[in-house]
Nanobody, 113 residues
Framework: QVRLVESGGGLVQAGGSLRLSCAAS????????MGWYRQAPGKQRELVAF???????NYVDSVKGRFTISRDNAKNTVYLQMNSLKPEDTGVYYC???????WGQGTQVTVSS
């Protein structure tokens, strides 16, 4: 079993920054990919970014150059640094652990214009 707990969401003005954290516990293996997804109201959940066990990263085009995903394997934690936030970044952000398809409960990010 794996438990994922997100934190760091909140309300921020456009152009601001937030840092999301996802703390994982349980049967965690650092070789597995972890990612961040988001779901805006009325829209499907979409992949925002992921990071592999060796540190390779990938981002959805809309956040490239603004968001940075990183991981601290010693702490079993994944981060999402979000800069230059836009109102369209608003949504619930979910952490995902690929092995076994585990999800966190989500953290709300709201960007006001």
């Amino acid at each position: 079993q794996v438990r994922l707990v997100e934190s760091g969401g909140g309300l921020v003005q456009a152009g601001g920054s937030l840092r999301l954290s996802c703390a994982a516990s349980g049967s965690i293996f650092s070789i597995n990919t972890m990612g961040w997804y988001r779901q805006a109201p009325g829209k499907q959940r979409e992949l925002v970014a992921f990071i592999t066990g060796v540190g390779s990263t990938n981002y959805v085009d809309s956040v490239k150059g603004r968001f940075t995903i990183s991981r601290d394997n010693a702490k079993n934690t994944v981060y999402l640094q979000m800069n230059s936030l836009k109102p369209e970044d608003t949504g619930v952000y979910y952490c995902h652990y690929s092995r076994g398809d585990y999800w966190g409960q989500g953290t709300q990010v709201t960007v006001s214009s």
